[in-house]
């Protein structure tokens, strides 16, 4: 079983609709969880982070962490075609908070 | 602010030759970091520096070698480069690694193919 892990997608979703991330992680020990996006050709840029669980929200995007069933999704509402993009999901090493393990991502497609 | 800027930008090399993959941040941010992304793998992390005068290994160090230059600089070295090298690698920085809400910054890539 692969560290962290999402579905490569694509997710094609309407404009104006909720677009819904998951990400599983394997290590129960994982205290931070980490939603960055990924423009094609681009490099990522931070959207959020948490480590408390429940829900964080911020404009738009709502970060939702549930540790007993070790997931964390994304929740971006009034989707619009700007946020078309692939959606990575890292959580720090046990082995080091200096490693991040990175999903392989979820490209996400909002069709207008 | 120029945040991580990465040199070149693209680079086409053949099987068994070197190159050096430049780094600079403007951030005063301690840690740096190099990455490679490959196709459907995710980031997966070459090696990193904590802090100036310290680096270590990561996930896949074999074939690489780095150099923290002073704390804004971090370079990546290819010794004798293979077609499996052949990937698009990203320089990050933060500025307290291993803090639970540490935002890594990611320079703009480099595009390398190995023939």
């Known amino acids: 079983q692969k560290e962290v892990e999402q579905n490569s997608g694509p997710l094609s979703v309407p404009e104006g609709a909720i677009a819904s991330l998951n990400c599983t992680y394997s290590?129960?020990?994982?205290?931070?969880f980490f939603w960055y996006r990924q423009y094609s050709g681009k490099s990522p840029e931070l959207i959020m982070f948490i480590y408390s669980n429940g829900d964080k929200e911020d404009g738009r995007f709502t970060a939702q962490l549930n540790k007993a069933s070790q997931y964390v999704s994304l929740l971006i509402r009034d989707s619009q075609p700007s946020d078309s993009a692939t959606y990575l999901c890292?959580?720090?090493?046990?082995?080091?908070?200096?490693?991040?393990?990175w999903g392989a991502g979820t490209k996400l497609i909002i069709k207008p | 602010n120029a945040g991580v800027t990465q040199t070149p930008k693209f680079q086409v090399l053949k099987t068994g030759q070197s190159m050096t993959l430049q780094c600079a941040q403007d951030m005063n941010h301690n840690s740096m970091y190099w990455y490679r992304q490959d196709p459907g793998m995710g980031l997966r992390l070459i090696y990193y520096s904590a802090s100036e005068g310290t680096t270590d290994k990561g996930e896949v160090p074999n074939g690489y070698n780095v150099s923290r230059l002073n704390k804004r600089e971090f370079s990546l070295r290819l010794e004798s480069a293979a077609p499996s090298q052949t990937s698009v690698y990203f320089c990050?920085?933060?500025?307290?690694?291993?803090?639970?809400?540490?935002?890594?910054?990611f320079g703009p890539g480099t595009r390398l193919t190995v023939l």
């Open positions: 290590d129960r020990g994982s205290q931070s």
């Open positions: 890292a959580v720090p090493s046990r082995d080091s908070n200096y490693q991040l393990i």
């Open positions: 990050a920085s933060s500025e307290s690694a291993g803090g639970l809400s540490d935002e890594q910054f």
